[in-house]
């Protein structure tokens, strides 16, 4: 089963307008003057979706947000629905970074309940799971995954609406990274327990990434694991340098 590639970058709460609109024209042009064989997503913070997206313009990398509410409007001060991210010109959100389930409590339920109001919107979604070093450690790494894969990826997902990223929290921004091969198990377990929730045909064709101090020495052997699809690269995905060569060395 040939998936496209994702190259996905989270800025997560980075960049001012001027910075914000620096990175993106570096990395809209880098693309545009070359034939990568992969897709490309940019997330940065809510305060820059507008003005990204006009630094996108004519590009072929999408725009996503880090984070949605499940409601559509109402009485939810802070928050930011799936009609306003939409409306701004997002294609994506992501749902469920381990940085929302440490920080603001987010649990499964929640997290579901956000993809499903996501997906009704139009948005596609990038739901992630990941294990703590603890549960590491304990060797609860594929149970872990299993059970958040069941409980945040809602009935209606499908390989068009929805892309999983496996990002074990120990390796989040600490230069850590699970070998080759710890990677390729539980990607491979990951779609295991997605064919037993969506069907065959739908977790075949999902795209799942590895999230986790993505580098540009390291993309090339991560991603080109059978069940690695792309990459949710944090760090990295502030130098546009950075960011380019992990799509030139991991996708063809
Ligand atoms: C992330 O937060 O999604 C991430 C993978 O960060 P980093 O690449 O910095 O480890």
Redesign the pocket.
Known sequence: MVRKKLIAG?W?MNCLSAEGMALAKDVAGAVKGSKFDCDFLICPPFTLLAMIKKCLRGSKIALGAQDVHFAEKGAHTGDISPLMLKDLGCGYT?IG???RRVDHFEKDELINKKAVAAHNAGLNTVI?IGETGEQRDAGKTIKVCESQIKGSVPDDATAKNTVI?Y?PIW?????KTPTAADVEEVHAAIRKTLVKKLGKATANKMRILY?????PNNAKELLSLPDVDG???????LKAEDFINIAKNACK
Do not use: D, F
């Open positions: 989270n997560k992501i970074h381990s940085e992630c990223a990002e390796a989040i921004g600490t230069g999230g986790g101090s993505v580098k990459a949710l690269i944090g760090g990295a995905s």
